[in-house]
């Protein structure tokens, strides 16, 4: 497990600037480098390059101002033939570089097959603290079992910083401990500690299941962290193909 703290992991993300200016000038950049440049009027490009620089330290704050405002009403007139799906990229775009700042530890993506009641301790004891680790416990021939790997397979994929893991009931070194009756068995750990044990869990869903029930089962008891970005591009996606 790795000694790094929450803190730690924070202070190590690069720094951004705030605020309305900020934002403000990483548009003005966005629209300056996202452009065709043979296909905008020299006059227009220009324009974009002076909003997207910074001024340069020692003018004065008078002239400074006036042309803050001569530009503020240039760049008016200049945002009204921006387009929608520019600013969508633009959006996405910041969404990712903000994800990439704030995702930390280690990523996984698909479903585990645990091999050994050993493999499985080591699995549990030895993954990040803040890292969910989520065990399914089954056997082939009991009902739920197969539908159960299917739904974490996807979940795997939606939330990659999780790690989904599956064992047969039999190589835990405790078959006696999980029968039949008790399949499928749906362990969930986080930083080597127990945090949901849910017994035939197909109890609790609905007779044909899918990922979805499954998502919103482990959420109704904060077993999942949050959607990473990966979800939200795709939304974004579709919305531009409509």
């Not at 493999?119 to 739920?144: C, S």
Request: charged content about 35%.
């Amino acid at each position: 497990m790795s000694g790094h703290s929450v803190d730690e992991d924070l202070e190590e993300l690069p720094a951004t600037k705030t605020g309305p200016k900020g934002v403000i000038n990483d548009w003005r950049k966005f629209k300056l480098e996202s452009e065709d440049h043979e296909s905008i009027p020299p006059s227009k490009r220009e324009l974009l390059r002076q909003m997207s620089s910074p001024h340069k330290p020692g003018r004065e704050d008078e002239t400074r101002e006036k042309l803050n405002r001569k530009m503020s009403v240039q760049e008016y007139e200049l945002i009204q033939d921006e387009d929608e799906s520019c600013l969508r990229k633009y959006r996405k775009q910041c969404m990712q570089e903000m994800h990439q700042r704030l995702s930390f530890g280690p990523k996984f993506g698909c479903l585990y097959e645990l091999e050994s009641g050993e493999q499985f301790l080591e699995t549990i004891e030895r993954e990040h603290r803040l890292t969910f680790v989520v065990v399914h416990i089954y056997d082939d021939e009991v009902k739920g079992c197969d539908a159960l790997n299917n739904c974490l397979t996807c979940l795997a994929a939606e939330y990659p910083s999780v790690k989904f893991c599956k064992i047969k009931a039999c190589n835990t070194g405790a078959g006696d401990r999980f029968s039949d009756s008790v399949l499928p068995t749906m362990l969930v750990y986080k930083g080597g500690e127990l945090v949901g044990n849910f017994l035939c869990i197909t109890k609790h869903l609905n007779e044909e299941f899918f990922a979805v029930d499954v998502e919103a089962f482990l959420n109704e008891y904060g077993l999942l962290p949050e959607k990473e970005f990966g979800a939200c591009q795709n939304e974004e996606e579709e919305a531009d193909v409509e």
